[in-house]
């Protein structure tokens, strides 16, 4: 089992900044891929950003070279750092960990940017 816990949501105005952070715990080793996913409701989930073991990543169009995706392997933490926030941006953020055989969530943390 692996354990997600995300924090930094908040609310901000457009044009500002959040930074989100994914703690994990359990067994890490079978993790391959991490990555922040956000959904609005009505709507179906979706990919924001995604990093793998070899540190390659994935971002989606609408939040490519605003966002940026890391981790620190020593404080098994994952990052997501939100800059020019737009009011588009606004959603539940949830953590993801992908093993070869299940795929873990964490419980999301809620960003809202106003204009």
């Known amino acids: 089992q692996v354990q997600l816990v995300e924090s930094g949501g908040g609310s901000v105005q457009a044009g500002g900044s959040l930074r989100l952070s994914c703690v994990a715990s359990?067994?890490?080793?079978?993790?391959?891929?991490m990555g922040w996913y956000r959904q609005t409701p009505g709507k179906q989930r979706e990919l924001v950003a995604t990093?793998?073991?070899?540190?390659?990543?994935n971002y989606a169009a609408s939040v490519k070279a605003r966002f940026t995706i890391s981790t620190d392997n020593a404080k098994n933490t994952m990052y997501l750092q939100m800059n020019s926030l737009k009011p588009e941006d606004t959603a539940v953020y949830y953590c993801?960990?992908?093993?070869?055989?299940?795929?873990?969530w964490g419980q999301g943390t809620q960003v809202t940017v106003s204009s």
């Open positions: 993801k960990a992908d093993s070869d055989w299940v795929d873990y």
């Open positions: 359990g067994r890490l080793l079978e993790i391959h891929t």
């Open positions: 990093i793998d073991l070899g540190g390659s990543t």
